[in-house]
């Protein structure tokens, strides 16, 4: 229902900073949330962060609470996720989401219609 594209990843050496975009196209009225999910190699793919669209409330996980910050712009139909302070352990492919489903159930992938192809983020110690 909704086509989204991601980049910005690359390759940061530890503490630095990466800023990844989305970009949303398509039947994006239904949506209520925009996530970032993250998964790493041998592992689940988690959730990030994510933001209301309606009301701009925002949700992260305990692991990058206080390092990441995601942002909207409801006119471009972009969203955004600054990555500061990252961690060899931030290493992962990203993933913008959205989802129609709206209420509980913001931090389960499962939830969310919609998925991006991913950008690589690769922190070196």
């Known amino acids: 229902q909704v086509q989204l594209v991601e980049s910005g990843g690359g390759l940061v050496q530890a503490g630095g900073s990466l800023r990844l975009s989305c970009a949303a196209s398509?039947?994006?009225?239904?949506?209520?949330?925009m996530g970032w999910f993250r998964q790493a190699p041998g592992k689940e793919r988690d959730f990030v962060a994510a933001?209301?669209?309606?009301?701009?409330?925002?949700f992260y996980a305990d692991s990058v609470k206080g390092r990441f910050t995601i942002s909207k712009d409801n006119a471009k139909n972009m969203v955004w996720l600054q990555m500061n302070s990252l961690k060899p352990e931030d290493t992962a492919v990203y993933y913008c989401?959205?989802?129609?489903?709206?209420?509980?159930?913001?931090?389960?992938?499962?939830?969310?219609?919609?998925w991006g192809q991913g950008t690589q983020v690769t922190v070196s110690s």
């Open positions: 989401a959205a989802r129609t489903l709206y209420g509980f159930g913001l931090r389960n992938a499962k939830s969310y219609d919609s």
């Open positions: 933001v209301i669209w309606d009301d701009g409330s925002t």
């Open positions: 398509g039947r994006t009225g239904s949506r209520s949330t």
